[in-house]
């Protein structure tokens, strides 16, 4: 440990993310990303950028990108903010919203770069434990928090709550600003978009990365009422106020205006996922209930890592969390049907007795 190093750095620890393999070729289904590619109208709005536009810095309020987003949820152009991912989207509410003298909470399983950014930020936060079944009881959630920070669906146990649950939270905390974190929300779960009209209390978060097949590219939006989104762009603005370039830009206006591929995309997923977990339920896994594009399952008696290490020798990543609780379980993202095919058949080959 260098000499040099903050007293932040030499305490954090960092966030994991999925393995990115080089080396050779996987079934990769351990990071949520999408197995179809980008729509054919994004690539040509990539090609789109002449070299003279990438000469300019890229529009610093993304202003085409969000009458676009605007547009598509109803919504007035001051209530989007766009970022470079969900994820500098959530590095920015942090320093936007939160003092080291406020308490946040989110449940205990949950996207695990919450309490990372929590850490680097020094918000005290609680997490509230899940049900025995993974669901979530709001009524264990503390009383007069600075905000509650919910993935909905959730990761890594793909469940999610409905609109009305939240709503009803938002009129029951309103001094609470509650977070939606809705990176999964197009594979079946209900967003809660539409209720930042009407609550200044809601900050809803999502992202091209999973549903439109852009996690390349790296973008992510807040939606809230307008005074929260312009504490978002202070942030920015004393950041980094060019965090979205021109071809992120382009790319992701492209990517909401070709809604039949969206649609077709997401079926497809969606179909896929239904018919894994009926594959899987039938050799005697227990999977959550999922809204997502990616199932959480155990094989109850059998340690997850042991299952998890015969699918990588097999060629087949997923992912596993080393945490209490959790760590039999794995979470297997939805790819194409020939590779979900191709997991069911080492599943079923993995639990048949020698
Ligand atoms: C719940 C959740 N939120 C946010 C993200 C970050 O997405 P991105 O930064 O690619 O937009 C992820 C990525 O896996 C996620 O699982």
Known sequence: ???FFSDLVKNITPYVPGEQPKDRRFIKLNTNENPYP?????????????ALAARLYPDPQVTELRRTLAAYHNLAIDQVFVGNGSDEVLAMMFPAFFDRTDTIA???ITYSFYPVYAALY?????AVPLQEDFTIDFDDFPENLKALLLANPNAPTAIAVTSAEIENQLRRRPETLIIVDEAYVDFGAESVVP????YDNLLVIQTLSKARSLAGLRVGMAFGNPELIRALECIRDSFNSYTVDVVAQRAAKA???DVAYFEKTRA???ATREKTVAALTDIGMKILPSTANFVFCTWPGVAGEKVQQYLRDNGV?????NKPRIEDWLRITIGTDEEMDEVIRLLQLFGTPA
């Open 122 to 126: 020094q918000i005290p936060y609680v």
């Open 317 to 321: 990543l997923v992912r596993r969390f």
């Open 195 to 198: 209720l930042t009209c009407r």
């Open 1 to 3: 440990m260098s000499r």
């Open 106 to 108: 989110f449940p205990d």
């Open 38 to 50: 980008a729509s054919a109208k994004v690539m040509a709005a990539i090609g789109s950028v002449t």
């Open 255 to 257: 990517a909401y205006e």
């Open 268 to 270: 497809a997923i969606i």
